[in-house]
């Protein structure tokens, strides 16, 4: 069973940098798209960047583009979250998903329940200091 596990989250001030990862136990063949996805208390997660991991096809949601950019490195099976000029508001716990029928812009864009994606992590926490 695929396994997702979030490392990097911190805290940091604001217009601070942070660089997440998202490591795969092992990436099947048949999982198309990983995504990270933030949720703050009270609301639901929202898509904040999804990659293609065939091809390396981005995409990142409004909110956080110009300042988030996704990559990949499939030879470690990971996916990297790099978060530049962070504000406050970015304060969220951040996990990563994988799914095997999604393009990245549906992923991000259309969040489904956590249970229904091929895996989800366990998080890591962000927080933006003022």
């Known amino acids: 069973q695929l396994q997702l596990v979030e490392s990097g989250g911190g805290l940091v001030q604001s217009g601070g940098s942070l660089r997440l990862s998202c490591t795969a136990s092992?990436?099947?063949?048949?999982?198309?798209?990983i995504g990270w996805f933030r949720q703050v208390p009270g609301a639901e997660h929202e898509g904040v960047s999804c990659?293609?991991?065939?091809?390396?096809?981005?995409y990142v949601v409004d909110s956080v583009k110009g300042r988030f950019t996704i990559s990949r490195d499939i030879a470690k099976s990971t996916v990297y979250l790099h978060m530049n000029s962070l504000k406050p508001e970015d304060t969220a716990v951040y996990y990563c998903?994988?799914?095997?029928?999604?393009?990245?812009?549906?992923?991000?864009?259309?969040?489904?329940?956590?249970?229904?994606?091929?895996?989800w992590g366990q998080g890591t926490q962000v927080t933006v200091s003022s």
């Open positions: 092992k990436l099947p063949e048949n999982i198309y798209a």
């Open positions: 990659v293609s991991v065939s091809d390396g096809n981005a």
């Open positions: 998903a994988a799914d095997s029928t999604l393009t990245p812009q549906a992923m991000c864009d259309l969040p489904w329940p956590r249970e229904n994606y091929d895996a």
